[in-house]
Protein backbone atom coordinates (compact mmCIF):
# COMPACT_ATOMS: atom_id res chain seq x y z
CA UNK A 1 0.00 0.00 0.00
CA UNK A 2 1.08 3.68 -0.67
CA UNK A 3 2.26 5.46 2.13
CA UNK A 4 1.27 9.14 1.42
CA UNK A 5 4.61 11.94 1.61
CA UNK A 6 2.26 15.07 3.17
CA UNK A 7 5.30 16.98 3.70
CA UNK A 8 7.14 16.86 0.21
CA UNK A 9 7.42 20.75 -1.43
CA UNK A 10 9.87 19.31 -4.51
CA UNK A 11 10.26 16.30 -6.42
CA UNK A 12 12.89 15.86 -8.85
CA UNK A 13 13.49 13.30 -12.16
CA UNK A 14 15.40 11.57 -14.06
CA UNK A 15 14.68 12.00 -17.82
CA UNK A 16 15.94 9.26 -19.80
CA UNK A 17 13.40 5.82 -19.30
CA UNK A 18 11.86 7.92 -16.10
CA UNK A 19 10.04 11.05 -18.53
CA UNK A 20 10.58 9.69 -21.70
CA UNK A 21 12.02 6.42 -23.66
CA UNK A 22 13.71 6.18 -27.09
CA UNK A 23 11.03 5.81 -29.93
CA UNK A 24 12.86 2.53 -31.13
CA UNK A 25 15.69 0.23 -30.06
CA UNK A 26 18.96 2.65 -30.16
CA UNK A 27 20.10 -0.46 -32.42
CA UNK A 28 17.45 0.03 -35.19
CA UNK A 29 18.24 3.75 -34.80
CA UNK A 30 22.54 2.88 -35.55
CA UNK A 31 21.55 0.52 -37.99
CA UNK A 32 19.67 2.15 -40.47
CA UNK A 33 21.81 4.67 -41.82
CA UNK A 34 24.53 1.68 -42.55
CA UNK A 35 21.33 -0.21 -44.68
CA UNK A 36 20.62 2.66 -46.60
CA UNK A 37 23.80 2.55 -47.88
CA UNK A 38 24.58 -1.19 -48.63
CA UNK A 39 25.97 -1.52 -45.73
CA UNK A 40 24.49 -5.45 -44.12
CA UNK A 41 24.51 -5.33 -40.40
CA UNK A 42 22.37 -7.43 -37.83
CA UNK A 43 20.80 -5.13 -35.08
CA UNK A 44 22.27 -7.74 -32.59
CA UNK A 45 25.86 -7.03 -33.56
CA UNK A 46 24.72 -3.03 -33.10
CA UNK A 47 23.58 -3.22 -30.17
CA UNK A 48 26.98 -4.97 -29.21
CA UNK A 49 28.95 -2.33 -30.59
CA UNK A 50 26.79 0.17 -29.22
CA UNK A 51 27.10 -1.42 -25.52
CA UNK A 52 31.33 -1.15 -25.83
CA UNK A 53 31.23 2.21 -27.77
CA UNK A 54 29.30 3.59 -24.62
CA UNK A 55 31.49 1.95 -22.16
CA UNK A 56 34.53 3.18 -23.47
CA UNK A 57 33.51 6.73 -23.73
CA UNK A 58 31.72 6.74 -20.57
CA UNK A 59 34.79 5.10 -18.85
CA UNK A 60 38.13 7.30 -20.86
CA UNK A 61 35.76 10.60 -21.58
CA UNK A 62 32.64 10.43 -18.61
CA UNK A 63 30.34 12.94 -18.44
CA UNK A 64 30.17 13.72 -21.98
CA UNK A 65 33.73 14.75 -22.63
CA UNK A 66 33.21 17.32 -19.85
CA UNK A 67 36.34 19.94 -20.01
CA UNK A 68 37.99 17.80 -22.83
CA UNK A 69 35.21 18.36 -26.12
CA UNK A 70 31.98 19.18 -26.64
CA UNK A 71 29.00 16.57 -26.54
CA UNK A 72 29.06 16.79 -29.78
CA UNK A 73 32.27 15.46 -30.62
CA UNK A 74 31.72 13.17 -27.98
CA UNK A 75 28.56 11.57 -29.84
CA UNK A 76 30.60 11.65 -32.97
CA UNK A 77 33.07 9.21 -31.14
CA UNK A 78 30.50 6.94 -29.68
CA UNK A 79 28.93 6.53 -33.50
CA UNK A 80 32.11 5.88 -35.17
CA UNK A 81 33.40 3.51 -32.67
CA UNK A 82 29.80 1.82 -32.56
CA UNK A 83 30.11 1.19 -36.58
CA UNK A 84 33.88 0.14 -36.12
CA UNK A 85 33.04 -2.15 -33.57
CA UNK A 86 30.82 -3.80 -35.93
CA UNK A 87 33.14 -4.12 -38.80
CA UNK A 88 32.40 -0.90 -40.86
CA UNK A 89 35.78 -0.53 -42.50
CA UNK A 90 37.46 3.27 -41.73
CA UNK A 91 37.36 4.00 -45.02
CA UNK A 92 33.71 4.40 -45.37
CA UNK A 93 33.12 6.34 -42.39
CA UNK A 94 35.05 9.24 -43.92
CA UNK A 95 32.39 9.50 -46.86
CA UNK A 96 30.42 12.22 -47.15
CA UNK A 97 27.06 10.34 -47.23
CA UNK A 98 27.94 8.72 -43.74
CA UNK A 99 29.38 11.59 -42.14
CA UNK A 100 25.74 13.69 -42.83
CA UNK A 101 23.79 10.38 -41.41
CA UNK A 102 26.09 10.55 -38.39
CA UNK A 103 25.31 14.49 -37.63
CA UNK A 104 21.66 13.51 -38.41
CA UNK A 105 21.74 11.13 -35.82
CA UNK A 106 22.86 13.26 -33.35
CA UNK A 107 20.05 15.97 -34.61
CA UNK A 108 17.58 13.05 -34.27
CA UNK A 109 18.85 12.43 -30.29
CA UNK A 110 18.66 16.58 -29.98
CA UNK A 111 14.54 16.74 -30.47
CA UNK A 112 11.42 14.55 -29.74
CA UNK A 113 11.72 13.13 -33.13
CA UNK A 114 14.02 10.12 -31.25
CA UNK A 115 12.47 9.82 -27.93
CA UNK A 116 8.94 9.24 -26.84
CA UNK A 117 7.06 10.27 -23.66
CA UNK A 118 5.48 8.08 -21.09
CA UNK A 119 1.64 8.54 -21.58
CA UNK A 120 1.39 9.57 -17.95
CA UNK A 121 3.97 12.71 -18.04
CA UNK A 122 1.60 15.40 -18.54
CA UNK A 123 -0.86 14.57 -16.02
CA UNK A 124 1.19 13.84 -13.25
CA UNK A 125 3.17 17.71 -13.94
CA UNK A 126 -0.01 19.08 -14.51
CA UNK A 127 -1.00 17.37 -10.69
CA UNK A 128 1.94 18.30 -9.23
CA UNK A 129 1.74 22.20 -10.28
CA UNK A 130 -1.70 22.14 -9.23
CA UNK A 131 -0.59 21.10 -5.60
CA UNK A 132 1.77 23.83 -5.48
CA UNK A 133 4.84 21.49 -5.66
CA UNK A 134 8.26 22.63 -7.34
CA UNK A 135 9.17 19.88 -9.83
CA UNK A 136 13.59 19.83 -11.18
CA UNK A 137 15.43 17.31 -13.09
CA UNK A 138 18.58 16.05 -12.05
CA UNK A 139 20.08 14.17 -14.70
CA UNK A 140 23.52 12.89 -16.44
CA UNK A 141 22.77 14.33 -19.58
CA UNK A 142 24.02 17.17 -22.41
CA UNK A 143 21.90 19.98 -23.77
CA UNK A 144 20.20 17.61 -25.40
CA UNK A 145 17.97 16.56 -22.60
CA UNK A 146 16.73 20.17 -22.17
CA UNK A 147 16.14 20.26 -25.55
CA UNK A 148 14.16 17.53 -26.20
CA UNK A 149 11.99 18.22 -22.94
CA UNK A 150 11.35 21.78 -25.08
CA UNK A 151 10.10 19.83 -28.35
CA UNK A 152 7.79 17.68 -26.18
CA UNK A 153 6.20 20.78 -24.45
CA UNK A 154 7.28 20.33 -21.00
CA UNK A 155 10.14 22.08 -20.41
CA UNK A 156 7.94 24.68 -18.85
CA UNK A 157 6.88 22.72 -15.76
CA UNK A 158 10.16 22.15 -14.25
CA UNK A 159 11.25 24.84 -12.10
CA UNK A 160 15.35 23.75 -12.86
CA UNK A 161 16.97 21.46 -15.12
CA UNK A 162 20.13 20.58 -13.57
CA UNK A 163 22.85 18.73 -16.55
CA UNK A 164 25.92 17.01 -15.02
CA UNK A 165 28.06 18.69 -17.79
CA UNK A 166 26.43 22.08 -16.66
CA UNK A 167 27.80 21.26 -12.87
CA UNK A 168 30.89 18.93 -13.89
CA UNK A 169 29.22 16.23 -11.37
CA UNK A 170 27.66 13.05 -12.49
CA UNK A 171 25.30 11.21 -10.74
CA UNK A 172 25.36 8.86 -8.59
CA UNK A 173 27.74 11.55 -7.00
CA UNK A 174 25.65 13.16 -4.18
CA UNK A 175 26.61 16.84 -4.67
CA UNK A 176 24.33 16.71 -7.65
CA UNK A 177 21.20 16.45 -5.37
CA UNK A 178 22.56 18.77 -3.09
CA UNK A 179 23.01 21.37 -5.73
CA UNK A 180 19.51 20.56 -6.84
CA UNK A 181 17.91 21.08 -3.28
CA UNK A 182 20.04 24.71 -3.27
CA UNK A 183 18.68 25.81 -6.46
CA UNK A 184 15.39 26.01 -5.13
CA UNK A 185 16.12 26.11 -1.34
CA UNK A 186 14.15 22.94 -0.17
CA UNK A 187 15.69 21.08 2.77
CA UNK A 188 16.13 17.41 1.45
CA UNK A 189 13.57 16.06 3.68
CA UNK A 190 10.78 18.40 1.98
CA UNK A 191 11.93 16.46 -1.30
CA UNK A 192 11.43 13.35 -3.02
CA UNK A 193 13.87 12.26 -6.22
CA UNK A 194 12.24 9.90 -8.85
CA UNK A 195 14.64 8.23 -11.12
CA UNK A 196 15.07 4.31 -12.41
CA UNK A 197 17.62 3.24 -11.02
CA UNK A 198 18.60 2.04 -7.26
CA UNK A 199 22.04 2.97 -8.08
CA UNK A 200 22.27 6.51 -9.68
CA UNK A 201 18.91 7.75 -8.24
CA UNK A 202 17.68 5.90 -4.78
CA UNK A 203 20.69 5.20 -3.24
CA UNK A 204 22.00 8.77 -3.77
CA UNK A 205 18.97 10.64 -3.08
CA UNK A 206 18.13 8.90 0.09
CA UNK A 207 21.97 9.19 1.10
CA UNK A 208 20.98 13.10 1.09
CA UNK A 209 18.22 12.75 3.02
CA UNK A 210 15.70 12.89 0.37
CA UNK A 211 12.65 10.24 -0.12
CA UNK A 212 12.90 8.59 -3.33
CA UNK A 213 11.10 6.08 -5.70
CA UNK A 214 12.92 3.70 -8.73
CA UNK A 215 9.85 3.50 -11.40
CA UNK A 216 10.05 0.03 -12.38
CA UNK A 217 8.97 -1.02 -16.18
CA UNK A 218 9.37 -4.44 -16.26
CA UNK A 219 6.86 -7.21 -16.44
CA UNK A 220 7.49 -7.48 -12.57
CA UNK A 221 6.82 -3.82 -11.76
CA UNK A 222 3.40 -4.45 -10.05
CA UNK A 223 5.21 -6.75 -7.92
CA UNK A 224 7.98 -4.91 -6.39
CA UNK A 225 5.67 -1.80 -6.29
CA UNK A 226 3.48 -3.91 -4.36
CA UNK A 227 6.18 -5.64 -2.22
CA UNK A 228 8.32 -2.68 -1.46
CA UNK A 229 5.73 0.21 -1.70
CA UNK A 230 8.73 2.35 -0.26
CA UNK A 231 11.48 1.92 -2.59
CA UNK A 232 8.82 1.15 -6.10
CA UNK A 233 6.43 2.93 -8.19
CA UNK A 234 5.27 0.95 -11.33
CA UNK A 235 4.21 4.23 -13.03
CA UNK A 236 4.57 7.60 -12.60
CA UNK A 237 0.71 8.37 -11.70
CA UNK A 238 1.89 6.47 -8.32
CA UNK A 239 3.26 10.12 -7.40
CA UNK A 240 -0.26 11.28 -7.26
CA UNK A 241 -1.11 8.41 -4.22
CA UNK A 242 2.02 9.26 -2.05
CA UNK A 243 2.13 13.66 -2.71
Given at each position: MNRRLGHIRLVTFDLYETLYT?????????????LRHGIHVDTQSVHAGFSQAMKHMRTHYPNYGFGLMNSR?????????????IGV???????????????????RFNTSEGYKMFDEVPKVLKYLRMRGIKTGVISNMDEAGEKVLCHMGIRSY?????????VGIQKPDPRIFELALSAVGVPAYDA?????????????????????????????????????????IASLLDLTKIV
Open positions: PCEPIEKTYAAPLQWWRQVIDMTWKNPSSYLGNDRLLTARESLIDFDFVLKSTTLHVGDSKEMDFDPAIKVGMSARIVSRGRDAADLAARYPDQY
